[in-house]
């Protein structure tokens, strides 16, 4: 049996199937995947990042009644904020919180929401595009059964931070999430997410994000990626900003064997987005990063962060591409991306792309490739602190430039100590 | 439309002289392409065994390959049995020197601006003239031969260097390695070879013109360089073809060899017809050039200017094998009304302590679109390897697109990369401030340009950095102070 | 040479001179001062053609010509030069290059030929040493990467070349240092002479301790409030911009 087979097995299982408008969404992206499969590296979009152990392994959708955590959850940034905790793709109430949500917000799991479908979940589902999809994306929509459902009354600020939880502990898991938030005008939210799991497991996760920030409105947003080391992660964040809307998000992706970050934005006048994240790769890790920002409207300023480190027999990949719309004057688009490459198997493969359709812009990337200052490691070294330990101090510095600059402190030092972890000559354990 | 706007266009709408045909006799072979074809070209060339051989498997391999479509270019699909894949201007027998060469065809060089007699020779210039598929004439062969350089037709040197030919054609660009490549392989035609044997400096600036004449003909060109240890040479080529409502094909080849300590320098001026302002007509141009630092110490720099064609696939690259070599690619890529320029280049990174400089220059402007493609791949075991990449774009009014499609691919953890790059229009502060010093808003508008691509300019030889910026308008800097 | 009668001006719908009239005699210094968003770099801007600004009301003539009709080079042309508040960057454009074109627009302009190069390396050679600058920044690029100092002591070099009629300049004396004030100010007075005039837009009175106005203006709110001798200058920097404010307010 091939993959594809072996997923259009659990097609039909799919919850929700009998309401027609989740039908409407499924059906196209089911056909292609039924169609095309998952994509290879002939096609420019997965030019870096084979698929072929992703394809190779069957994954299986787990039963919810296994999904309770093996351990209870204790994650300090879980506390002062909403917490929604999915265990292997399912909603897990007794672990999750969602005590003292104002009427304002709609904040539910898809499940639950589906019981009782009413305005808001078809709202959130309105204005899908189904005539074409980003690959996985297919696979995704053809299998989604859980999520996360937030709607935001207008100029309402959810200043407490809803964390969401994703937690794979089953082995051969398959996880398939799909989100929907909007943020009402003047509105803002806080979302943070983190993928965590058991390094024996391996398991695949696919999540999407569609996120509408409409006029004037705010959402910040932290995603930390540590899944376990034999996992596989797909996640796709579709980010609509509308005149005015600001987003600002730091994606960091420091776990799992493979995982590719989509990250999509449509900017319309006057938006902000900005971007920020970390690339861990080491064992023999691939992790891949790919965004695409369209500035549509005019005065539109974004801009993207990132920092790479691949290190023993680790691979990075980034692709970030600023598409400029005719008439998308006064655009302002910058791009940044540093990378170290610490191991002779390592590699760092880099696509940063203009496609510029207006004159009146300003838009501009740079991209690093380089190693520790060999200086640096000497002054370390002079003043007496090992070399290993020097590397570490200066990588993990490397990093933290950008880790210093999540909002809220708990889950600063979440990614701070997930890094750590993570980097060469881990057992140091210096403080910056 | 502000004033400076006005100016603008008047810059870029600059008439196209060398937009004429001459009228002559041609030997042209019917449209279409078979292996009969193939056989017709070797035999009027009169080619020994190997070269239709080899000819006849790089048609085999293109009629397995497909036209890549992966370039951010929109073009008309090409039907390439309605080309004539030869043509030349009809000769009894082949000319013994320059005074047997048809008037007509001195003349048209001339209109030019290529001198081919060589009392009004360029200073220090020897011209390789290649008109549709055959070169009509070498100038200072001999002395070159004094010097021990070989400078001379394809055609010739394949009946005079047969040895040199088998050693190197197809050994930097195979005809496998892509569908322009095959097809240029299958049906070339002529073009220049060069050989610069150990330890000599050329004694002049070598240069091959170009010339599209005949009208629903391609032009398969094939050039070969080598250099030999420490030699040196600096290589010049130059492009026009006649205005035609129709498009036409023109697809080359350009291998270069750089051994120990070898530098060459390649700078082109491309000028082929680019069309109307509507797109009607102008030169497909689909070129794979390609030079190989095989040895330790090599240097190859690649210099273009870029304002023809209505399409541009270009990516001369340079594979830096040798330890220590150099590549280099500086450019400047013009388009204009419905022009399409997706042109770039490929640092390989394999030996040790090799280093690569990348300097893009793009502008665009009306409906055109420009786009920088590169590639910079440095492998495990190039220690210390090195590139700097540089890649800008200006904006000329609304409807024209810019856009830039670096890859970079790094497997070696010794080697430092420097990507950046830029797109913005020209600066109405700029304009303002050099308005203000007296200056009209054309020679302002000029000026900033021409600022914009002097890293790329102050790479060419003289006489082309002159023809360059008489392409763009711009009146010569250099001869200030 | 330069009359301002009753000049309103506005930037989109920002109303930014409110009528000023002004009378400036060849051989004249006039200082304008005036706090933060008083209007004085617009009046600079207007009267040097820059974009952006719309003339509403009121004229400026200048020797005997309707200013306001020309283009910004034909003004330059005419003897205008502005020394720029911000001096903008054009790479790749060498300094002496820019020199050079301009001068020889100028003079075509006069009906003069174009300047020999060799005078004119001299010439320029001779300026730049009196303006402590190293030979070598001729073939800089235009401002590329200059310093702050470097930039406003390009403007005077362009000013000592170009020999324009009236000068205008445009808060020169911020980001400067005391000594890179005193270079440019000496170069300022080296060309003071009875042909020539001067606008001195400031902030601080500082500047006009090296060059003396014979008279000072006061702009606030889009229009002159106060004009005098050099003494309203001090008067100005002991009292503050506060003294101006609450006597309009009166």
Same mark, same amino acid.
């Given at each position: ?432 | ?101 048809? *008037?007509? $065809? @001195?003349?048209? &060089?001339?209109?030019?601006?290529? /001198? ?6 360029? %200073?220090?210039? !020897? ?34 260097? *047969?040895? $040199? @030919?088998?050693? &190197?054609?197809?050994?930097?660009? /195979? ?6 490549? %095959?097809?240029? !392989? ?54 026009? %073809? ?240 | ?250």
């Amino acid at each position: 049996m091939d993959s594809v087979e072996h997923y259009q097995a659990f097609f039909k299982t799919v919850e929700g199937t009998p309401l027609p408008w989740l039908e409407t969404l499924r059906a196209p992206s089911r056909e292609r995947f039924i169609a095309h499969g998952f994509p290879d590296t002939r096609e420019e979009a997965w030019r870096y990042t084979p698929l072929r152990s992703l394809e190779r392994a069957r994954f299986t959708p787990s039963k919810e009644v296994h999904a309770i955590p093996s351990e209870p959850l204790d994650l300090d940034l879980m506390r002062d904020a909403y917490q929604v905790v999915f265990v292997d793709g399912h909603f897990s109430e007794a672990a999750s919180c969602l005590e003292g949500l104002p009427k304002e917000v709609y904040l539910k799991p898809l499940s639950l929401a589906l019981k009782a479908p009413g305005e808001h979940l078809a709202g959130l589902f309105e204005n899908t595009e189904t005539a074409s999809c980003h690959r996985l994306e297919d696979f995704n929509r053809a299998l989604f059964s859980e999520g996360l459902c937030l709607d935001i009354q207008p100029n309402y600020h959810l200043e407490k931070p809803i964390v969401v939880l994703h937690l794979a502990q089953q082995a051969h898991g398959l996880n398939t999430l799909q989100h929907r938030l909007r943020i009402a005008p003047g509105a803002h939210a806080h979302l943070i997410e983190v993928f965590i799991g058991h390094d024996d497991s391996p398991s695949l996760t696919t999540s999407m994000t569609y996120a509408e920030v409409a006029e004037n409105s705010s959402l910040r947003h932290v995603k930390l990626q540590r899944e376990g080391k034999a996992s596989h992660h797909y996640s796709g964040l579709r980010l609509q900003l509308k005149r005015s809307g600001r987003y600002r998000g730091h994606l960091s992706s420091l776990g799992a064997l493979w995982s590719r970050t989509e990250i999509h934005a449509q900017l319309g006048s006057s938006a902000e987005c900005e971007l920020e994240g970390l690339l861990l790769a080491s064992g023999r890790q691939h992790q891949d990063v790919e965004t695409r920002l369209d500035h549509c409207g005019t005065e539109a300023l974004s801009r993207q962060t990132f920092r790479g480190i691949a290190h023993e027999r680790g691979r990075g990949v980034f692709t970030g591409r600023i598409v400029v719309a005719p008439g998308a004057d006064k655009t302002d688009a910058g791009m940044s991306l540093r990378n170290l490459l610490l191991s002779s198997e390592a590699e760092i493969d880099a696509r940063p792309q203009l496609e510029i359709h207006a004159d009146d812009v300003k838009c501009s990337h740079g991209v690093t490739v380089g190693q520790l200052d060999e200086e640096a490691v000497f002054t370390l070294q002079s003043r007496g602190i090992s070399e290993a330990e020097a590397r570490h101090m200066l990588t993990f510095a490397f990093a933290n430039e950008l880790i210093e600059r999540i909002d809220p402190a708990s889950a600063r030092a979440s990614i701070r100590d997930a890094l750590k972890a993570s980097l060469p000559g881990s057992d140091f354990g210096s403080e910056p | 439309m502000s004033a400076s706007q006005e100016q603008i266009d008047n810059l870029i709408h600059k008439e196209y002289k060398p937009g004429f045909v001459t009228d002559l006799e041609a030997d042209t072979l019917p449209p279409g392409l078979n292996e009969e074809v193939i056989r017709a070209i070797s035999q009027r060339k009169n080619e020994p065994p190997f070269m239709l051989a080899w000819r006849l498997k790089a048609y085999e391999q293109w009629l397995t390959m497909s036209e890549p479509d992966w370039a951010y270019l929109d073009y008309q699909a090409i039907d390439y049995n309605s080309i004539s894949y030869y043509s030349a201007p009809k000769v009894k027998e082949a000319p013994k020197s320059l005074d047997e060469v048809d *008037p007509k $065809l @001195i003349e048209t &060089y001339k209109k030019l601006g290529i /001198p081919l007699h060589e009392q009004e020779r360029l %200073a220090g210039v !020897a011209v390789d003239a290649v008109f549709d598929s055959v070169s009509v004439a070498t100038t200072f062969k001999h002395k070159l031969k004094e010097a021990g350089v070989i400078f001379c037709s394809f055609s010739e040197a394949v009946h005079t260097h *047969p040895e $040199l @030919i088998q050693q &190197y054609l197809g050994s930097v660009v /195979p005809p496998s390695d892509n569908f322009f490549a %095959a097809l240029n !392989a299958a049906v070339f035609s002529d073009g220049s070879f060069v050989f610069i044997p150990k330890g000599v400096r050329c004694p002049m600036e070598l240069s091959t013109y170009f010339r599209i004449n005949a009208a629903n003909t391609g032009q398969f060109e094939r050039t070969l360089i080598i250099a030999e240890d420490y030699s040196h040479v600096s290589y010049l080529e130059g492009c026009t %073809a006649p205005m035609r409502d129709e498009n036409q094909l023109h697809a080359a080849v350009v291998e270069l060899i750089a051994l120990d300590h070898a530098e060459i320098k390649y700078s082109t001026v491309q000028n082929w017809y680019s069309g109307d302002e509507e797109g009607r007509g102008g030169i497909f141009n689909f070129v794979t050039k390609r030079g190989d630092c095989r040895g330790r110490h090599a240097k190859i720099s690649w210099t273009q200017v870029e304002t023809g064609s209505a399409i541009t696939w270009k990516y001369p690259s340079c594979i830096l094998r040798g330890d220590h070599s150099i590549g280099e690619f500086y450019s400047v890529a013009v388009s204009n009304h419905r022009q399409q320029a997706d042109t770039g280049t490929k640092m390989i990174h394999i030996g040790k302590n090799t280093k690569s400089t990348i300097i893009s220059k793009g502008i665009s402007a009306g409906r055109a679109e420009n786009t920088y493609r590169g590639q910079v791949k440095i492998l495990p075991g190039a220690l210390n390897a090195r590139n700097y990449t540089q890649c800008d774009s200006l904006l000329i009014g609304p409807k024209c697109g810019a856009h830039t499609f670096p890859y970079i691919e790094i497997k070696e953890p010794t080697a430092r990369l420097e990507h950046e790059a830029t797109t913005a229009k020209i600066s109405e502060d700029q304009l303002f401030f050099c308005q203000q010093r007296g200056l009209s808003a054309e020679d302002a508008v000029s000026m900033i340009v021409n600022g914009f691509c002097k890293q790329v300019f102050k790479e060419l030889p003289m006489e082309f950095a002159v023809e360059a910026q008489a392409l763009l308008g711009i009146s010569l800097e250099g001869s200030v102070g | 040479m330069l009359s301002i009668q009753h000049l309103e001006a506005r930037a989109g719908e920002q109303a930014i001179l409110n009528g000023i009239s002004l009378e400036i005699k060849p051989g004249e210094v006039h200082a304008i001062m005036g706090p933060n968003g008083s209007g004085k770099s617009t009046l600079s801007n207007i009267l040097a053609g820059r974009e952006g600004y719309e003339v509403t009301h009121g004229s400026v003539t200048y020797e005997g010509k309707d200013l306001l009709v020309m283009k910004p080079e034909e003004r330059a042309r005419e003897g205008i030069f502005l020394a720029f508040q911000y001096p903008v960057e054009i790479p790749g454009v060498s300094n002496i290059y820019l020199l050079k074109a301009a001068l020889n627009a100028i003079r075509k302009h006069h009906g003069q030929t174009e300047v020999d190069a060799m005078d004119f390396l001299q010439l320029v050679k001779s300026k730049i040493k009196s303006l402590n600058l190293d030979e070598q920044f001729l073939y800089r690029g235009v401002n590329e990467g200059f310093s702050g100092g470097e930039k406003k002591r390009n403007e005077i070099l362009q000013m000592a070349i170009l020999e324009p009629r009236l000068c205008i300049l445009d808060e020169t004396d911020s980001g400067l240092d005391i000594d890179a004030l005193k270079i440019v100010a000496d170069g300022v007075n080296a060309l003071r002479s009875p042909t020539r005039s001067f606008i001195m837009v400031t902030h601080y009175q500082r500047l006009l301790s090296y060059i003396k106005p014979d008279v000072v203006h006061v702009l606030a709110q889009g229009r002159i409030v106060k004009s005098g001798g050099p003494e309203l200058a001090l008067e100005l920097e002991a009292r503050g911009y506060g003294w101006i404010d609450a006597s309009l307010n009166h």
